[in-house]
């Protein structure tokens, strides 16, 4: 599996790159997407990828080597490291953040929650997510 096409990148977003990368690839090792041993793509080639500064990729994958999510090992790169499955509330709990400023950014636009719930049935639909 090709890991630049699971991330994306916002370099318009408050949040850093660093932080994005962080959080997108904690999630994708929580909910096995990645494996234990999956080799991560070098440095290089990540930043690359995504036309940014290679010391952007470095600290994303130093937070995510501190937190336990990668490990370095000598002469082979990052891989992933051994790690429980998130449980469902974990994975909720890092869904937070996102629906708290999605609630943010409809409030200040004035969007009531059926047309909300309404936007957010289609666009689940529009990627194939079956009813939850």
């Not at 499955?85 to 909720?92: D, F, I, K």
């Amino acid at each position: 599996m090709q890991l630049e096409l699971l991330l994306h990148v916002d370099v318009g977003a408050s949040t850093p790159i660093y932080q994005q990368l962080v959080e997108q690839i904690s999630r994708l090792i929580g909910t096995e997407q990645l494996q234990q041993g999956d080799d991560m793509p070098s440095v290089r080639k990540l930043a690359a990828h995504f036309a940014v500064n290679p010391m952007t990729i470095s600290k994303a994958y130093g937070q995510l080597e501190q937190q336990g999510w990668l490990e370095r090992q000598r002469g082979k790169g990052m891989k992933v490291a051994r790690r429980q499955a998130l449980t469902p509330s974990e994975r909720m709990a890092q869904l937070q953040p996102s629906i708290d400023q999605l609630l943010a950014n409809a409030k200040q636009l004035g969007v009531d929650a059926p047309s909300l719930l309404k936007a957010i049935e289609d666009a689940l639909s529009q990627q194939g997510v079956k009813e939850c």
